[in-house]
T-cell receptor, first 112, second 113 residues
Framework: GENVEQHPSTLSVQEGDSAVIKCTYS??????FPWYKQELGKRPQLIID?????GEKKDQRIAVTLNKTAKHFSLHITETQPEDSAVYFC???????????FGSGTQLTVLP | DTAVSQTPKYLVTQMGNDKSIKCEQN?????MYWYKQDSKKFLKIMFS???????INETVPNRFSPKSPDKAHLNLHINSLELGDSAVYFC????????????FGSGTRLTVV
């Protein structure tokens, strides 16, 4: 089955700096890659996703890049703010699968 | 209008008891899931239902059983609760098709004492 590895497990940045979280996946047939943000005590919420026919997608301060050849994808957050502090999960799914396979999560802390 | 709602939000119970967690979605999604999130935040798939058919059943103890009366509901029943069952349980739903993410419920924090 699919295996998704996520790094780093914790990340601290100064407010205003950029943050990058990386994930690798094992199944080359995977074609959908969402990212979720989970604030303390809250539910995971979809913040951005990318499909395998696209190499990069941006939404304001958030961007995701996908390298299908290397089987990795990354989340980039620019101009970080304290409210960006949360646990971020990457995930992957292939067309024949019902479920998403999640990475192990990254605790991002933005220091004021 | 809560899209995916779970009840209860908190559940404290003694070892050996039987409990249920309810989940309802009003998004018209075809597939619903239960995930367990442990203290290290890892999200582990437990079950998913598509059109009232169980299509994924990971290696969870048979003390856990999903029940889906219709495609808008997926309840989780747990028998003979153990200390290790303490976790946050999330319900989620998604449309049919690979290129869609999940919408999660607000979670149920289960504490077994």
């Amino acid at each position: 089955g699919e295996n998704v590895e996520q790094h780093p497990s914790t990340l601290s940045v100064q407010e205003g700096d950029s943050a990058v979280i990386k994930c690798t996946y094992s199944d080359s047939a995977s074609n959908y890659f969402p990212w979720y943000k989970q604030e303390l005590g809250k539910r995971p919420q979809l913040i951005i996703d990318i499909r395998s026919n696209v190499g990069e997608k941006k939404d304001q301060r958030i961007a995701v890049t996908l390298n299908k050849t290397a089987k990795h994808f990354s989340l980039h957050i620019t101009e970080t703010q304290p409210e960006d502090s949360a646990v971020y999960f990457c995930a992957a799914r292939k067309g024949s699968a019902r479920q998403l396979t999640f990475g192990s999560g990254t605790q991002l802390t933005v220091l004021p | 209008d809560t899209a995916v709602s779970q009840t209860p939000k908190y559940l404290v119970t003694q070892m050996g008891n039987d409990k249920s967690i309810k989940c309802e979605q009003n998004l018209g999604h075809d597939t619903m899931y239960w995930y367990k999130q442990d203290s290290k935040k890892f999200l582990k798939i437990m079950f998913s239902y598509n059109n009232k058919e169980l299509i994924i059943n990971e290696t969870v103890p048979n003390r856990f059983s999903p029940k889906s009366p219709d495609k808008a509901h997926l309840n989780l029943h747990i028998n003979s609760l153990e200390l290790g069952d303490s976790a946050v349980y999330f319900c989620a739903s998604s449309p049919t098709g690979a290129n869609y993410g999940y919408t999660f419920g607000s979670g149920t924090r289960l504490t077994v004492v």
